[in-house]
């Protein structure tokens, strides 16, 4: 069989310079497990073989695993070859840990490094380093205008569905939809059918306009919707768009 493939990947060296963080923010077990390490007298861990060569995979495959995170199309799985011998150790570490621990073997001080290392990685695993989230601690996603919009929808009649923030209809109306995250996830870079064969039996779509959303308007002008006013209300970044079908017959008020 032929397959067509590219035969070199670009590399984003923005993301590389972040990637070990990152690999710390998918998995915090690691770290943890490192960190009890200071716990466990040296003798008890490195004089085992089988933990010796564990920690030689784990370095040893790291490197490669930071590159194929950071070219063009990487994701978390580009880490799976060093998770599967560091996923093992961390086991081991932190059992070898916990029994040094109940033989009340180790110091004071120890203890102490111990517990501000773990305080440590707590907040690395809780920041984000994606340039493509960073933006969320200043912008959040949705306006001070989502009570309003949620009260305006619960008055609606016919299915609203919102992909951009699936709560609006669910708080409004207990209404369930798509998300276009979700449906972006199971189907990278391809068409995703459910999601639009659901956008055209809307009556509704709610467009939330901040840097996460993933509506197209002129992909729902193609479905055939037109965006409509709030009533004369001020929703700020909230747009409403109804099916063209259902506003044919109307006077035109309140249509853009």
Known sequence: HMITAVSRWPMRFNVLAVSPLRFLSYYILLPVALSVMILIRPGITFSDPKMRWLISAGVGTLPGCFL????????????????????????????AAWETTSARLI????ARVFACL??????????????????????GHGDPHYPQVVEYISK????????????????????????????????????????????SSAD??????????KSNPDELRTLGFVRVSWGGADMGIYDLWRKRQAVEGDSGTGVN
């Open 68 to 95: 194929a995170y950071s070219k063009m199309g990487g994701g978390p799985n580009s880490f799976l070859p060093a998770l599967m011998p560091l996923m093992v150790l961390s086991t081991l570490g932190i059992a």
């Open 107 to 110: 110091s004071p001080a120890r």
């Open 118 to 139: 773990i305080a440590l990685l707590m907040m690395v695993d809780g920041v984000e380093t994606s340039s493509e989230v960073l933006h969320l601690f200043i912008e």
């Open 156 to 199: 609606l009649k016919g299915r609203v569905i919102c992909p951009d923030d699936p709560t609006i209809p669910i708080v409004a109306l207990g209404q369930t939809g798509r998300s276009y995250w979700a449906e972006s996830d199971a189907h990278f870079l391809i068409h995703m059918p459910a999601l639009y064969s659901e956008i």
């Open 204 to 213: 509704y779509v709610v467009v939330v306009n901040s840097a996460n959303t």
